[in-house]
């Protein structure tokens, strides 16, 4: 429906109310407030539907619905996480055996070496003497004179004593060694303290009995076959809970030492 504006209207109103021309004369040309009122309503109403038709909101169909595009779906950017190479393990040619008892397998003259590699001020010679009565009287008694030798580093500092024993003792394992009052045994040549060191530690080892005459006076002292590997030694031997593990580890760098010296030998 078209909607006429408001004058049109009121231009005909004038139509349907009229001024009478009967009027008395002092009220002729002039309205009366009655007249008016018809003409004011209509324009009231006129007006309302004008602005109501105008703001009234359009009214969508439901194919003429609001449609909110979805939103766009987000991808995480993948991880990639950064290539690690773990460092290679180099296991050693040999590994450092367990039980006190067995064979040895380093040379008299790797021995002797690896004493000078870790004590520049000991005599070549005397370190060669030394090496070779570990190999024979740990081979006599059955004692895998590699565990014994690398003992005795630990023991003396790689023949630097400095403790309660001094190297006059030829005392190579400590025995008896207490306090300022009881320094330790005394030997009186290095061969019978190696001959010591050995019985002792295989009275650890083992209940078997000893194949040499008996020079250790502590031998008595020890329970039998109560510690036959090396581990067991820490606690018993010695206090320090890393005992079995420095000679472990020195029995490491032993092989490791004369593996080279050996591959040193074969290239020359």
């Given at each position: 429906m078209t909607i006429r504006k408001p004058l049109d209207f009121l231009q005909n109103a004038n139509l349907w109310f009229k001024v009478s021309d009967e009027k008395p004369p002092h009220r002729r040309g002039k309205r009366d407030l009655k007249?008016?009122?018809?003409?004011?309503?209509?324009?009231?109403?006129?007006?309302?539907?004008?602005?109501?038709?105008?703001?009234?909101?359009?009214?969508?169909?439901?194919?003429?619905?609001?449609?909110?595009?979805?939103?766009p779906e987000y991808t995480a950017p993948e991880y990639i996480a950064p290539e690690y190479a773990a460092p290679e393990y180099a296991a050693p040619e040999h590994a450092a055996p367990e039980h006190i008892m067995g064979r040895g397998l380093v040379k008299q003259e790797?021995?002797?070496?690896?004493?000078?590699?870790?004590?520049?001020?000991?005599?070549?010679?005397?370190?060669?003497?030394?090496a070779g009565y570990y190999i024979e009287e740990a081979a006599a008694e059955g004692v895998n004179h590699d565990v014994a030798f690398a003992q005795m580093c630990?023991?003396?500092?790689?023949?630097?004593?400095?403790?309660?024993?001094?190297?006059?003792?030829?005392?190579?394992?400590?025995?008896?060694?207490?306090?300022?009052?009881h320094p330790g045994e005394r030997f009186p040549d290095p061969k019978t303290g190696v001959r010591a060191h050995i019985q002792h530690l295989k009275g650890y080892a083992t209940e078997e009995p000893l194949k040499q005459k008996l020079v250790d006076p502590r031998y008595w002292w020890v329970k039998k076959g109560s510690s036959p590997t090396i581990r067991g030694l820490t606690g018993k031997w010695a206090m320090d809970p890393n005992y079995d593990a420095k000679i472990?580890?020195?029995?490491?760098?032993?092989?490791?030492f004369s593996a080279a010296r050996a591959a040193r030998g074969r290239a020359q």
């Open positions: 007249d008016a009122f018809p003409l004011f309503i209509i324009t009231i109403v006129l007006a309302g539907m004008f602005f109501s038709c105008a703001g009234k909101p359009a009214v969508r169909t439901p194919s003429e619905e609001l449609v909110v595009p979805p939103a790797y021995l002797a070496l690896f004493l000078g590699e870790n004590n520049a001020g000991v005599n070549p010679d005397y370190a060669r003497e030394l630990l023991e003396t500092g790689y023949l630097r004593f400095g403790n309660l024993v001094t190297p006059d003792m030829n005392n190579f394992c400590g025995l008896g060694a207490i306090d300022a009052g472990g580890g020195i029995l490491v760098r032993l092989y490791d």
